[in-house]
């Protein structure tokens, strides 16, 4: 799986990070069960620090998007991914709303949102090598 | 305009606060032109720190939605809110990007990833007085 950083976002890097792993997740480019990189291999390959890489694993394994074992070290979880619930999406439309609300007033109107989103769903398809 | 926050979200206070404006600008709840309450009013009013309020009017004049005068305080750009540019899809793809792939992981597909946003369009649309 290539990881893509932008180090000049504001976006904090673990953030990036865990966002890539669950872009991987989707493209089904990393599957259930499947082994990542160590803390210190990943963080060694990508050129960052240990403890970045770690709080993005970390918080991968208390939302339930990986395990992590002492000895077979940190794997997607093989039960497949966590499920939406109520309070996911409630969750959701409330990281949308902003989003929403402010490409609505650069003039941005539902159709043109929707190309955006496309292109998303686009990426994350193509990404699929198993389809 | 009635402003909305949650003081148990991750999300900062001041960018809850941010995100309400633009929303009331979206519902045009806040017209181009209109004061808004000073710093100090308006943290005296939700009982939050004054630097906060701040930090939010501030940002706000940066993107274009504010403008602050010495004089006639802080009023919503009279000259309407600032346009999307190529920049600002960048932008808004990379923050739908992670949204849309982990509710993706999370088994919402797209027609209802668009209904949630539909509940988005619709309330800016009920919000709006004026329409």
């Not at 799986?1 to 493209?27: H, N, R």
Request: proline share 5%; glycine share 6%.
């Amino acid at each position: 799986m290539y990881i893509q950083l932008d180090f000049e976002s504001d976006i904090p890097i673990y953030e990036q990070l865990k966002d890539e792993i669950i872009m991987g997740i989707a493209k089904k480019q990393l599957l259930p069960g499947e082994r990542l990189p160590s803390v210190r291999a990943l963080a060694g390959d990508i050129g960052i620090n240990l403890h970045t890489v770690n709080k993005a694993y970390q918080q991968l394994k208390q939302e339930g998007f990986l395990l992590i074992h002492r000895q077979r070290g940190v794997v997607v979880n093989p039960e497949g991914t966590p499920k939406a619930d109520e309070k996911y999406e409630k969750k959701l439309t409330a990281l949308l709303r902003p989003q929403i609300a402010e490409s609505f007033c650069r003039g941005i109107n539902k159709e043109k949102f929707w190309e955006i989103c496309e292109t998303v769903y686009e990426e994350i398809k193509e990404g699929d090598i198993n389809e």
